[in-house]
């Protein structure tokens, strides 16, 4: 059974920075597409960007370039995602999802969500 | 980017009822729409990939249909663990995007 592990709750000083882990057990993390999406409170679901581990390649929504990285270790089966320049509208519960291509491109497991809390 | 947008912004309903969710996507993804159920304090859980095929695991009263810009999720009787907010989401083109959801609440 495949599962996605998230890193515990964080709470930061704004202009700082957080890094959220999501380690897969089971199955062939290599050749997952991670995705990381977040949630704001009262607010919907936003893609933030991807990484498929086996290739190294990532994808980054336009509005996050620039304060968002996401890499992966394979070795460890983890893939992380780091936000920078924290400001009170990153408050959120941070989720890493996998992209199933065979099912359309939903994402068909999703991590337990880590809560990422801005506040001075 | 692909804007999709969800009606009603929420719902009441009685256990029982037979209750649809739009979407709409602001151009033509085909069938690259995903639905999703989401209760509090848990990650969302896939419901229907491709429009219309039912995750595996799901009940089969909840259906996707649609394609093109407008699709609609039918849950054919209510149950009470149903009561959730529900997402679309498009995967016709990145950035991948999600409708603002639809709360189903207990009448």
């Known amino acids: 059974q495949v599962q996605l592990v998230q890193s515990g709750a964080e709470v930061k000083k704004p202009g700082s920075s957080v890094k959220v882990s999501c380690k897969a057990s089971?199955?062939?993390?290599?050749?997952?597409?991670i995705n990381w999406v977040r949630q704001a409170p009262g607010q919907g679901l936003e893609w933030l960007g991807s990484i498929i581990p086996m290739f190294g390649t990532t994808n980054y929504a336009q509005r996050f370039q620039g304060r968002v990285t996401i890499n992966a270790d394979e070795s460890t089966s983890t893939a992380y995602m780091e936000l920078s320049s924290l400001r009170s509208e990153d408050t959120a519960i941070y989720y890493c999802?996998?992209?199933?291509?065979?099912?359309?491109?939903?994402?068909?497991?999703w991590g337990q969500g880590t809560e990422v809390i801005v506040s001075s | 980017d692909i804007q999709m947008t969800q009606s009603p912004s929420s719902l009441s309903a009685s256990v029982g009822d037979r209750v649809s969710l739009t979407c709409r996507a602001s151009?033509?993804?085909?069938?690259?729409l995903s639905w999703y159920q989401r209760k509090p304090g848990k990650a969302p859980k896939l419901l229907i990939h491709?429009?219309?095929s039912l995750q595996s695991g799901v009940p089969s009263r909840f259906s996707g249909s649609g394609s093109g810009t407008d699709f609609t999720l039918t849950i054919s009787s209510l149950q009470p663990e149903d009561f959730a907010t529900y997402y679309c989401q498009q995967s016709f083109s990145p950035p991948w995007t999600f409708g603002q959801g639809t709360r189903v609440e207990i009448k």
């Open positions: 151009q033509s993804i085909s069938s690259y």
């Open positions: 491709d429009a219309s």
């Open positions: 999802a996998r992209l199933s291509r065979h099912l359309g491109g939903s994402f068909d497991m």
């Open positions: 089971g199955g062939s993390f290599s050749s997952y597409d």
